[in-house]
């Protein structure tokens, strides 16, 4: 494979080129769609046989129907098993992100009075049951397993399952289980992949299906996620990892390239992209990335190999304006801001799952330990979706009281606005409410 990185100049792009540019990865994904879609349909109908029977061909790993759950043995050999500074890490930066989500915890909504009479507020209550979606495939990720936890059961949520890939002798990674438990998730199952999906969505003999799923994943899981979504919410698209740094000359070159590296370690479907009006910088960033690539350990670097010569690489453009443009049009990710006046240029980015602000803040410091959610939009989908939060766990249902006054105040309004609607039995509801047995609708 060629060691480069891609060098391209906003400006002279074809529209082509700034569309295969801006989907990266989603070709992937649509691709892989039609090859999940069979795996997805055999869980449906036939359940833990097909789920079984995929995990022995995508993960080789065989499992009988009654090894799918992790037992509470297993939870307690992994926590024995794991390193003391591994849990206490764990423990210090899932305390962040406690801290962090819990003040996204709704207060009670007050009521408000709209009209004499008429008082409204809402309630929030969580979803009945989730389904956390944690990796298992080109990396562990306990990480994922507290992102998805903490603000799942901050939210109150009386389910809350997680399926992961086994590991290859069939255990479950054990970081991910002292997470989870950690976090109070005590129903575990080591299935991943697409079949993991619908064994969620679809329910089989061992899984109860779920009402809500959610988490990371790559194209195979994104794939199947978008397969399953009209039997189960499916929350925001979290696919292959994708990170944008906007920069001006006063960028340190050699920052800049470390954290260009970050998520372009992912694996070969990620993205990792420089936006800078300075040709200096750039030139900087690729000869040290042209240096670094070398020394990381493969198969890492034959995915950031791939990434600086496939979604990734450098877009030079004449301005910072014009660079925060292009940000919004490719709404990354994760974005970090590397410029003179950090604040000005933040009040020019609309379109980003993450926007880190300075040069003391690697991609690596918020994927793990800042606090806000390291689960974030993909795709260009930064445009529409937030990042995993509490609120993902909630819905919303509108509170109404009316008294007597307050129909006699509303009343009139609706009964017009039925009638020219042409809805007679609205009307009635309100003009024949106190005389029982009259019933005479304008049609
Ligand atoms: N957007 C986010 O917030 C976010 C966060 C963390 C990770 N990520 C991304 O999540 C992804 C994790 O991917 P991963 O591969 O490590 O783990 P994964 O668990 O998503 O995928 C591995 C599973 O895919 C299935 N699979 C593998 N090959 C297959 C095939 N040929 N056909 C059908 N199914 C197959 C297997 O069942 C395997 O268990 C990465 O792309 C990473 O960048 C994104
Ligand atoms: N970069 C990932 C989100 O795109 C999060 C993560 C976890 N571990 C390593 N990275
Ligand atoms: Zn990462």
């Known amino acids: 494979?060629?060691?480069?990185?891609?060098?391209?100049?906003?400006?002279?792009?074809?529209?082509?080129?700034?569309?295969?540019?801006?989907?990266?990865?989603?070709?992937?994904?649509?691709?892989?769609?039609?090859?999940?879609?069979?795996?997805?349909?055999?869980?449906?109908?036939?359940?833990?046989?097909?789920?079984?029977?995929?995990?022995?061909?995508?993960?080789?790993?065989?499992?009988?129907?009654?090894?799918?759950?992790?037992?509470?043995?297993?939870?307690?050999?992994?926590?024995?098993?794991?390193?003391?500074?591994?849990?206490?890490?764990?423990?210090?930066?899932?305390?962040?992100?406690?801290?962090?989500?819990r003040t996204q915890v709704p207060e009670p909504s007050p009521m408000v009075e709209v009209r004499p009479g008429v008082m409204a507020g809402e309630r929030a209550t969580p979803v009945p049951s989730c389904g956390l979606?944690?990796?298992?495939?080109?990396?562990?990720?306990?990480?994922?397993?507290?992102?998805?936890?903490?603000?799942?059961?901050?939210?109150?949520?009386?389910?809350?399952?997680?399926?992961?890939?086994?590991?290859?002798?069939g255990s479950v990674n054990p970081a991910c289980l002292y997470a989870a438990r950690r976090c109070g998730v005590h129903e575990v199952y080591r299935v991943g992949g697409a079949q993991a999906i619908a064994a969620l969505a679809y329910g089989t003999e061992s899984i109860a299906p779920v009402s809500m799923i959610t988490g990371p994943g790559s194209a195979y899981v994104t794939a199947a996620k978008r397969l399953v979504a009209h039997v189960v919410h499916t929350g925001l698209p979290a696919g292959p990892s994708e990170s944008v740094i906007l920069a001006d000359e006063s960028a340190d070159p050699w920052k800049v390239a470390l954290d260009l590296l970050v998520e372009a370690e992912h694996g070969a479907d990620s993205a990792a992209l420089l936006v800078t009006p300075s040709r200096e910088l750039a030139g900087q960033v690729e000869a040290h990335?042209?240096?670094?690539?070398?020394?990381?350990?493969?198969?890492?670097?034959?995915?950031?190999?791939?990434?600086?010569?496939?979604?990734?690489?450098?877009?030079?453009?004449?301005?910072?304006?014009?660079?925060?443009?292009?940000?919004?049009?490719?709404?990354?990710?994760?974005?970090?801001?590397?410029?003179?006046?950090l604040f000005a240029?933040?009040?020019?980015?609309?379109?980003?799952?993450?926007?880190?602000?300075?040069?003391?803040?690697?991609?690596?410091?918020?994927?793990?330990?800042?606090?806000?959610?390291?689960?974030?939009?993909?795709?260009?989908?930064?445009?529409?979706?937030?990042?995993?939060?509490?609120?993902?766990?909630?819905?919303?249902s509108s509170v109404i009281h009316v008294s007597e006054e307050g129909l006699a105040e509303l009343g009139p309004h609706v009964v017009r606005l039925a009638e020219y609607e042409g809805f007679p039995a609205h009307a009635a509801a309100i003009v024949h409410r106190d005389t029982p047995g009259s019933y005479s609708p304008r049609g």
């Open 133 to 169: 979606y944690v990796p298992r495939g080109r990396g562990s990720f306990p990480s994922m397993v507290y992102m998805l936890a903490v603000p799942a059961r901050l939210a109150g949520v009386p389910r809350v399952v997680m399926v992961t890939p086994p590991e290859k002798d």
């Open 345 to 396: 240029t933040l009040k020019l980015i609309r379109n980003a799952g993450e926007i880190l602000l300075g040069e003391h803040l690697p991609f690596s410091l918020a994927n793990y330990a800042t606090g806000p959610n390291a689960v974030l939009p993909t795709g260009r989908k930064a445009k529409v979706f937030s990042p995993v939060s509490v609120r993902d766990f909630l819905k919303f």
């Open 289 to 341: 990335l042209l240096s670094c690539i070398p020394r990381l350990p493969s198969p890492r670097r034959e995915f950031v190999q791939a990434v600086f010569s496939g979604y990734g690489g450098i877009i030079l453009v004449d301005s910072i304006e014009e660079g925060a443009e292009v940000v919004n049009e490719w709404a990354p990710e994760h974005l970090q801001l590397r410029t003179s006046d």
């Open 1 to 101: 494979m060629d060691l480069k990185v891609n060098v391209y100049v906003w400006g002279d792009l074809s529209p082509e080129e700034r569309r295969k540019l801006l989907s990266r990865s989603e070709e992937d994904i649509a691709r892989v769609e039609e090859a999940v879609r069979p795996v997805v349909e055999a869980v449906r109908t036939e359940g833990d046989a097909a789920l079984l029977r995929f995990t022995r061909q995508f993960d080789g790993v065989v499992l009988s129907p009654d090894r799918l759950r992790v037992t509470e043995e297993e939870f307690k050999a992994a926590e024995e098993a794991l390193p003391e500074e591994i849990r206490e890490s764990l423990d210090y930066v899932i305390e962040n992100v406690e801290r962090f989500h």
